[in-house]
């Protein structure tokens, strides 16, 4: 935008945002001394924000925007379907369901008519482009196909095997290990800055293939994705939309850090994609194709062009370097809670997942041992119900529409399932639904039946059911069990649970702060 344009463009933003400011204080005003209202819709209206003319629900939303996840599990709790309806001004009528008849009606039944829309598109459209993540359609279907290569038994086997071992035996153990060598309690290591470290070097392997080599170093280019997507999870949950694309056009603020940290990270991205596809690699890349599972030279082999291979590699990246780290984190703290499980845990791991070794050698990843450690599995799964890594997920209804429990969906309006609050539904899990307790896994495992994936949408379901499913638990059993096997983590903030912060991937408020013991190895028993 050149000078005289902004001479014209910014006093008329100006004075419509300021007018919007105004007529929203009156209308919050009237209301608050009115102290009324009805509710914002849904088919509860007790349980309902409470709604006002012109701006809907937004004072409601407003007093309670740094507790929003309390906020909508108490609202869906209380309402007989779980759903609730949420009109506010300045951002699209969002009907939020933890009812599972729902979800599955969305995700699967009607998966046509609830794409990511592009309402979600444009929050993320900055960070992801057009990766599989941020894509719909065609496009979508397209890069599914072609990235569904990368999480085969053969790659995980191979190149996740690979990457978790070096990146543990380099990075992970010796930290910990230090740790307790430095007095087992009185240096205090982030176990969540450790696991987010861990993991986005491992997915970084595996997306780029090998020992990366990029222009700057890894750390910078993590510390510029937590920048960027700390920042895009802030347009998603802004009060008012308009006010962060007035930011963006206007380059100012947050939205020009974003700007500044999206460039660090596309540029090192970009560099290496060139030089991998380069004419004097290309006929390389398509010689070697089969022999190589990074997924820059498959994207490159198949004749993508260098920016789609960017946008895919940044969503890859995003999708796998805190995920699993954020489980793990919640993981950790629970085991230190429950010290029961723990061993229980442990007894199996010991049993199930190889020769650890005292002297360095780690637990592999068995992925025949992996799916016995029946245990592990199930503490990881009341882990993810409990403390999901994505406390949320939105769809765009392409048409008009009505759910399962009669709530109606008009065109362009946003659906949000909630795994976060359908965590927490005594409805969905009975009276001990707010508990850790993984024998509930156990139970429906040994009843045949399992847990349904609209019941429990951790990695969605439908069509768009996660395909890195596999590849995430086998990394989890894989540090959980290493980590485990050798050390005793003893958190060192008072008692009482740590905040849940959502953003794009949710994470630990403050980090998990523990001090660390080595531990003496048991046998144990293992599942066949």
């Not at 360095?360 to 450690?373: F, P």
Request: aromatic share 8%.
């Amino acid at each position: 935008m050149d000078l005289e344009s902004c001479s014209y463009v910014l006093p008329l933003l100006t004075c419509c945002l300021f007018l919007l400011y105004s007529i929203t204080c009156y209308a919050l005003a009237a209301a608050a001394v009115a102290g009324g209202g009805g509710s914002c819709g849904g088919s509860d209206d007790h349980a309902a924000p409470r709604s006002y003319p012109l701006v809907g629900c937004l004072l409601d939303f407003y007093r309670n925007r740094r507790r929003l996840l309390a906020w909508y599990t108490g609202l869906l709790a209380a309402s007989p379907s779980q759903t609730i309806v949420v009109d506010r001004l300045g951002a699209r009528r969002t009907v939020v369901t933890a009812n599972p008849a729902n979800v599955e009606h969305v995700l699967r039944a009607n998966f046509g008519n609830y794409p990511k829309g592009k309402a979600f598109t444009d929050v993320l459209g900055d960070l992801l482009g057009g990766g599989i993540f941020n894509a719909d359609g065609e496009r979508w279907f397209a890069q599914r196909k072609l990235v569904s290569h990368e999480f085969s038994a053969r790659v995980m086997r191979e190149a996740v095997g690979v990457a978790l071992e070096r990146e543990a035996r380099a990075r992970l153990l010796p930290a910990l290990d230090a740790a307790a060598e430095g007095g087992g309690g009185v240096v205090v290591v982030d176990v969540q800055e450790l696991l987010r470290q861990f993991a986005f070097n491992v997915i970084c392997r595996v997306a780029l293939g090998g020992e990366v080599a990029l222009a700057l170093p890894l750390s910078r280019l993590a510390a510029a994705f937590d920048a960027a997507a700390a920042i895009s999870a802030r347009r998603g949950a802004a009060p008012v939309a308009a006010a962060w694309k007035l930011k963006r056009a206007l380059g100012v603020g947050s939205e020009r850090r974003l700007r500044e940290e999206v460039k660090v990270i596309r540029d090192a991205i970009m560099e290496f994609v060139r030089d991998s596809s380069s004419r004097r690699r290309r006929e390389q890349l398509l010689a070697a194709a089969r022999g190589r599972d990074d997924l820059v030279s498959r994207m490159a082999a198949a004749g993508y062009p260098d920016e789609a291979i960017c946008d895919m590699v940044v969503s890859f990246i995003m999708a796998g370097r805190d995920t699993t780290s954020s489980a793990l984190t919640w993981f950790f703290w629970l085991m230190t809670r429950h010290r029961d499980v723990e061993r229980e845990v442990l007894d199996e791991v010991d049993a199930c997942m190889g020769d650890g070794g005292d002297g360095g050698g780690l637990a592999g990843v068995d992925l025949e041992g992996s799916r016995r450690a029946r245990v592990l599995h199930a503490a990881l799964c009341e882990t993810m119900r409990l403390y999901p890594p994505v406390a949320w997920d939105s769809k765009h209804a392409a048409e008009d529409d009505v759910l399962p429990d009669g709530t109606r969906v008009g065109r362009g309006d946003r659906v949000t399932y909630f795994p976060y609050g359908m965590g927490r539904m005594e409805a969905i899990w009975g009276a001990d639904a707010g508990e850790f307790r993984p024998g509930r896994w156990l139970a429906a495992a040994a009843a045949g039946g399992g847990v349904s994936p609209f019941k429990y949408p951790v990695f969605q379901g439908g069509p768009r059911t996660c395909l890195g499913k596999d590849m995430a638990f086998v990394q989890m059993k894989f540090v959980a069990s290493a980590v485990l096997r050798r050390f005793e983590l003893r958190p060192v903030a008072p008692e009482g649970s740590p905040e849940f912060v959502p953003l794009l991937t949710a994470h630990m408020a403050g980090g998990l702060k523990v001090t660390v013991r080595r531990r003496q190895r048991q046998n144990g028993t293992c599942e066949t």
